[in-house]
């Protein structure tokens, strides 16, 4: 049976939907506030996230199913590098680039 509901600290009742493959489709918090997804096929990958007030977020993907770049609502696309040995980047459109070393064991190579 899939969740319903998420109830955190504080007694807020945050509603959820599941789709027919039990993948969340939409979260609705208790102030109204609400999140819908799509999936790509049936990868279990997010192709898009879109927020009440209308905004869209949009993801892309590699061959492999690691996230490569993201929509921004206003068009701006945020790419997203990963290298096991340099780590993790990030780049905005205006060329901002962030890099995060990422600490990975032997049982995630």
């Not at 009742?13 to 102030?31: I, N």
């Not at 096991?84 to 990975?104: E, Q, R």
Request: charged residues 15%.
């Amino acid at each position: 049976m899939a969740a319903r509901e998420l109830l955190p600290p504080g007694g807020q009742r945050c509603r959820l939907t599941m789709d027919s493959m039990s993948q969340l489709a939409s979260f609705v918090a208790t102030d109204n506030a609400s999140v819908q997804f799509t999936y790509l096929g049936n990868s279990g990958l997010i192709e898009s996230k879109e927020t009440g007030a209308g905004l869209a977020y949009l993801y892309e993907y590699d061959d492999y199913g690691r996230m490569r770049q993201i929509v921004q609502p206003t068009g701006d696309r945020l790419r997203i590098d990963t290298d096991h040995s340099a780590g993790l980047s990030l780049t905005s459109a205006v060329g901002f680039t962030f890099y995060a070393n990422l600490i990975m064991s032997s049982c995630c190579v």
